[in-house]
């Protein structure tokens, strides 16, 4: 069993940034590939970010440029800079650790922000 706990949620203005943190209970983080997904009200769960054990990132088309996915193996977290918020970046964040070899994926519960003037 793993636990992934995320925290860095709130209210931040248009424009802004927050960083959003995950941190896992168990040191098989560091083979595993982490992500971060996002739902907003009466949508799908997407992709944000993806991050590889080697650090290869890719993102969703739209936040390209504006957000970035990092680890640090050392402290089994996982972490979301976002710039340049806007309200359509409103969601409950998800953080997610893809099935490796011995183990299956698991979710964080989620952290909320909200992006409002």
């Known amino acids: 069993q793993v636990q992934l706990v995320e925290s860095g949620g709130g209210l931040v203005q248009p424009g802004g940034s927050l960083r959003l943190s995950c941190v896992a209970s168990r040191t098989i983080f560091r083979i595993a590939t982490m992500g971060w997904y996002r739902q907003a009200p009466g949508k799908q769960r997407e992709l944000v970010a993806r991050i590889s054990t080697e650090g290869s990132t890719n993102y969703a088309d739209c936040m390209k440029g504006r957000f970035t996915i990092y680890r640090d193996n050392a402290m089994n977290t996982v972490y979301l800079q976002m710039d340049s918020l806007n309200p359509e970046d409103t969601a409950v964040y998800y953080c997610?650790?893809?099935?490796?070899?011995?183990?299956?994926?698991?979710w964080g519960q989620g952290t909320q922000f909200t992006v409002s003037s």
């Open positions: 997610h650790m893809e099935p490796t070899a011995t183990t299956i994926g698991y």
